[in-house]
């Protein structure tokens, strides 16, 4: 028996490990990161780039489990063991960049750092006993997908929920018959759906598990979490309520994977792999191509053309420059089908502002519904909930992809927040504008920090849509507490342009309460259009002439409160 995972249980937001991997980078710490020193430096240095919370860390765990997670993957050379047959030489520095960990640093699109991800986990190898009690390796990520793929076979879905892949998938390998396996996972799927209490039922089968293991039945849903958040990294799955399935669009491409059942017949070899980030279908031509000509057809039955006219195919470099582009055409028109979607997931979206509100990171909706905001994430959360908040008042004028600046996965959920030098989110409709931009900073670090960037993007898309269309441009800043510097900041609401022109601005300072309590009124009492929007900014910006900043932001409370009553009444 067998009980594996990928990654690491600590650091469980894969796409994180690039920024700690950026910082690391520009620093003196490559190859300097053991011991207390080593460790300590690490953490401060994630510390410093706002990549993790120091808190109190006395023994500076945080410095060593990053390490160890991006040595795990191949983004760093790892420690070779001494009982090893091989030399640190022969693979690379200890705790320096990779060529795999240059490849994810470099990346600056979610495909492009998700293929740095495919390469690492497909280099993942796993030392087991077979039934002769031999010892061989296995990949789990080309387990896993074997086992959709047999699953699929079997009930026509390629998914596996949350208890399946803890109890029946990171509990096997290659050595077992899939066959098996799959049909195991479908049994207990049975078994569940009869069950009258799915969580009594769950709790159970952890617990029968945890003993016929030896251990706590909590691991088991450690390590199914930290897997799923990993395999989804790759690209290659996606959510589906709570497990994982196939990404349609990636299933030909999941085939060959899983098809690839060797495995590094060297020590030397493994590391190597691990290091460079292993070889993939479509670094071959003909798996490349095979590929290609799925895409199209898929393409096709979206009732989406596509000309490949005489761009050349005559290497696995020119087919993925295709390849991508027909995969962001795929993306982008189910980014667009998302958003219309919203509208009918106010409830949702409600709830997550709730939560981010009251600094809390989960919600249990039913039985197998539980919202969650990964602790590390709440700010990207922030902007992803607003932008999802904006999409459900539809009637948007730009793409919900031109809408974002920050970067999204497969599922639609956030990987990181927008980049500096812009805001967060630029909603257009069709008479106006409206610049959003959101933060969790509190006390007079918020004003140092938004006073002077949320003006200037305003200020900057006020003379950018003036120029193209004579749009007027609102501003909406939204944080959990408004401090009175920055109230102050946007009641004054100037900024001057190079040439001392000065600029008048509409921005109006909003708590993410009071913007949840007017959000859910919109969609209680069917008053759901952007007007609305506007017409409650421009009722809060009559009174800040009048006012001082906290005088200005009780007015803003008051209105927030008079105008979810007046709709109320309606």
Same mark, same amino acid.
């Given at each position: 028996?067998?009980?594996?995972?990928?990654?690491?249980?600590?650091?469980?937001?894969?796409?994180?490990?690039?920024? +700690?991997?950026?910082?690391?980078?520009?620093?003196?710490?490559?190859?300097?990161?053991? +011991?207390?020193?080593?460790?300590?430096?690490?953490?401060?240095?994630?510390?410093?780039?706002?990549?993790?919370?120091?808190?109190?860390?006395?023994?500076?765990?945080?410095?060593?489990?990053?390490?160890?997670?991006? %040595?795990?993957?191949?983004?760093?050379?790892?420690?070779?063991?001494?009982?090893?047959?091989?030399?640190?030489?022969?693979?690379?520095?200890?705790?320096?960049?990779?060529?795999?960990?240059?490849?994810?640093?470099?990346?600056?699109?979610?495909?492009?750092?998700?293929?740095?991800?495919?390469?690492?986990?497909?280099?993942?190898?796993?030392?087991?006993?077979?039934?002769?009690?031999?010892?061989?390796?296995?990949?789990?990520?080309?387990?896993?997908?074997?086992?959709?793929? $047999?699953?699929?076979?079997?009930?026509?879905?390629?998914?596996?929920?949350?208890?399946?892949?803890?109890?029946?998938?990171?509990?096997?390998?290659?050595?077992?018959?899939?066959?098996?396996?799959?049909?195991?996972?479908?049994?207990?799927?049975? $078994?569940?759906?009869?069950?009258?209490?799915?969580?009594?039922?769950?709790?159970?089968?952890?617990?029968?598990?945890?003993?016929?293991?030896?251990?706590?039945?909590?691991?088991?849903?450690?390590?199914?979490?930290?897997?799923?958040?990993?395999?989804?990294?790759?690209?290659?799955?996606?959510?589906?309520?709570?497990?994982?399935?196939?990404?349609?669009?990636?299933?030909?491409?999941?085939?060959?994977?899983?098809?690839?059942?060797?495995?590094?017949?060297?020590?030397?070899?493994?590391?190597?792999?691990?290091?460079?980030?292993?070889?993939?279908?479509?670094?071959?031509?003909?798996?490349?191509?095979?590929?290609?000509?799925?895409?199209?057809?898929?393409?096709?039955?979206?009732?989406?053309?596509?000309?490949?006219?005489?761009?050349?195919?005559?290497?696995?470099?020119?087919?993925?420059?295709?390849?991508?582009?027909?995969?962001?055409?795929?993306? &982008?028109?189910?980014?667009?089908?998302?958003?219309?979607?919203?509208?009918?997931?106010?409830?949702?979206?409600?709830?997550?502002?709730?939560?981010?509100?009251? #600094?809390?990171? #989960?919600?249990?909706?039913?039985?197998?519904?539980?919202?969650?905001?990964?602790?590390?994430?709440?700010?990207?959360?922030?902007?992803?909930?607003?932008?999802?908040?904006?999409?459900?008042?539809?009637?948007?004028?730009?793409?919900?992809?031109?809408?974002?600046?920050?970067?999204?996965?497969?599922?639609?959920?956030?990987? %990181?927040?927008?980049?500096?030098?812009?805001?967060?989110?630029?909603?257009?409709?069709?008479?106006?504008?409206?610049?959003?931009?959101?933060?969790?900073?509190?006390?007079?670090?918020?004003?140092?920090?938004?006073?002077?960037?949320?003006?200037?993007?305003?200020?900057?898309?006020?003379?950018?849509?003036?120029?193209?269309?004579? &749009?007027?441009?609102?501003?909406?800043?939204?944080?959990?507490?408004?401090?009175?510097?920055?109230? $102050?900041?946007? #009641?004054?609401?100037?900024?001057?342009?190079?040439?001392?022109?000065?600029?008048?601005?509409?921005?109006?300072?909003?708590?993410?309460?009071?913007?949840?309590?007017?959000?859910?009124?919109?969609?209680?009492?069917?008053?759901?259009?952007?007007?609305?929007?506007?017409?409650?900014?421009?009722?809060?910006?009559?009174?800040?002439?009048?006012?001082?900043?906290?005088?200005?932001?009780?007015?803003?409370?008051?209105?927030?409160?008079?105008?979810?009553?007046?709709?109320?009444?309606?």
């Amino acid at each position: 028996m067998t009980l594996w995972y990928i990654g690491n249980t600590s650091v469980r937001s894969a796409f994180r490990l690039r920024d +700690g991997l950026v910082a690391l980078s520009t620093s003196y710490l490559q190859g300097n990161m053991r +011991g207390q020193d080593g460790d300590r430096a690490f953490r401060e240095l994630l510390g410093q780039h706002g990549i993790v919370s120091l808190g109190t860390d006395e023994t500076n765990s945080v410095g060593r489990k990053w390490r160890s997670a991006l %040595g795990k993957l191949g983004f760093l050379y790892p420690e070779i063991p001494h009982s090893a047959t091989i030399r640190q030489e022969d693979v690379g520095a200890m705790d320096t960049i990779t060529p795999n960990g240059w490849r994810l640093i470099r990346s600056e699109t979610v495909p492009a750092m998700q293929e740095c991800f495919l390469r690492a986990l497909a280099a993942q190898y796993i030392e087991i006993q077979n039934a002769d009690g031999q010892s061989t390796w296995f990949s789990p990520l080309r387990h896993t997908l074997a086992v959709l793929l $047999e699953v699929e076979r079997q009930t026509g879905v390629a998914t596996v929920s949350f208890i399946e892949m803890a109890l029946h998938v990171q509990t096997t390998s290659s050595a077992d018959n899939i066959v098996t396996v799959a049909e195991r996972i479908i049994a207990l799927r049975n $078994e569940r759906n009869a069950a009258e209490s799915k969580r009594r039922f769950d709790s159970a089968k952890y617990e029968e598990a945890g003993i016929a293991f030896g251990l706590k039945a909590s691991t088991f849903r450690d390590y199914a979490d930290a897997n799923f958040r990993y395999l989804k990294a790759t690209g290659l799955v996606q959510n589906r309520g709570r497990g994982i399935a196939l990404v349609p669009e990636k299933r030909l491409f999941a085939e060959l994977m899983a098809r690839d059942t060797s495995a590094p017949a060297t020590e030397l070899e493994r590391y190597t792999t691990l290091c460079n980030g292993a070889v993939l279908p479509t670094d071959t031509q003909d798996a490349a191509l095979d590929v290609l000509h799925d895409l199209l057809a898929q393409l096709s039955q979206m009732g989406i053309s596509f000309v490949l006219g005489d761009r050349p195919v005559d290497t696995p470099a020119d087919i993925a420059i295709i390849r991508h582009e027909i995969e962001d055409i795929i993306f &982008k028109q189910k980014e667009e089908i998302y958003a219309s979607e919203q509208a009918g997931q106010w409830e949702e979206i409600a709830t997550y502002i709730d939560l981010i509100a009251s #600094r809390r990171d #989960r919600r249990r909706i039913d039985e197998d519904t539980e919202i969650v905001i990964p602790r590390s994430e709440a700010p990207a959360y922030l902007e992803w909930t607003l932008w999802r908040a904006f999409l459900a008042i539809d009637s948007l004028e730009n793409k919900p992809y031109e809408a974002r600046r920050f970067r999204i996965d497969q599922d639609f959920l956030p990987v %990181g927040t927008a980049p500096g030098n812009g805001p967060d989110l630029i909603m257009e409709f069709r008479d106006f504008v409206i610049v959003i931009e959101v933060t969790l900073t509190e006390n007079s670090r918020q004003e140092a920090a938004e006073g002077e960037p949320v003006r200037r993007h305003v200020a900057d898309l006020m003379n950018q849509y003036a120029e193209a269309n004579g &749009k007027p441009v609102y501003g909406l800043f939204i944080a959990n507490n408004i401090d009175s510097n920055t109230a $102050e900041t946007f #009641r004054i609401g100037v900024w001057y342009s190079r040439s001392d022109e000065k600029i008048h601005l509409h921005i109006i300072p909003i708590t993410i309460t009071q913007f949840n309590t007017f959000f859910k009124a919109l969609f209680t009492t069917n008053n759901v259009t952007p007007e609305a929007v506007i017409n409650l900014m421009n009722d809060c910006e009559q009174y800040r002439a009048g006012c001082e900043a906290p005088e200005w932001k009780t007015m803003i409370s008051q209105t927030v409160e008079r105008t979810v009553s007046a709709m109320v009444v309606q």
